[in-house]
């Protein structure tokens, strides 16, 4: 059975530029997981980890900062594109962010993904230091 459970709004996601939750994956771990605005499909779905080092691109403190389009790591300034997750300059160029499948229907935001369980809005509290590295960086779904 399809795992599916309603997250938030488009309209949401658009007007916080960005919205936050932590999912368990398979391996029985916590993942923050961010969606953010695409054009294309409404709304995609994002490991908020970068590819190059262990570093949030979603922090409490400012969210996501985007540029034209693409979600910037605070870190090195590399610039994930929202649509589809990769990247092609800095430091981070010719990786691609972990994805996790959502539905967009009728304006809501649905996790479907069958490799993680939704846990709850917002990040992991576990794990809520921006500075330092982050257990959970090396898994995979
Ligand atoms: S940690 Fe993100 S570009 Fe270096």
Redesign the pocket.
Known sequence: MTNRHRLTSVETVEDEGAWLFTVRDAHDTNQEVMLVPCEETGVTAWVNN??????R?YRDEIGVVTRDGGIV??????IFDSCSGG?EN???ADTTLLSVDVTVDDGSVYLTDDAVDFLWKGGDSSDDDDSGPSSTSHLTF
């Open positions: 970068c590819t190059h080092e262990d570093q691109l790591c605070p870190k090195h300034g590399s990247c800095g430091p981070a």
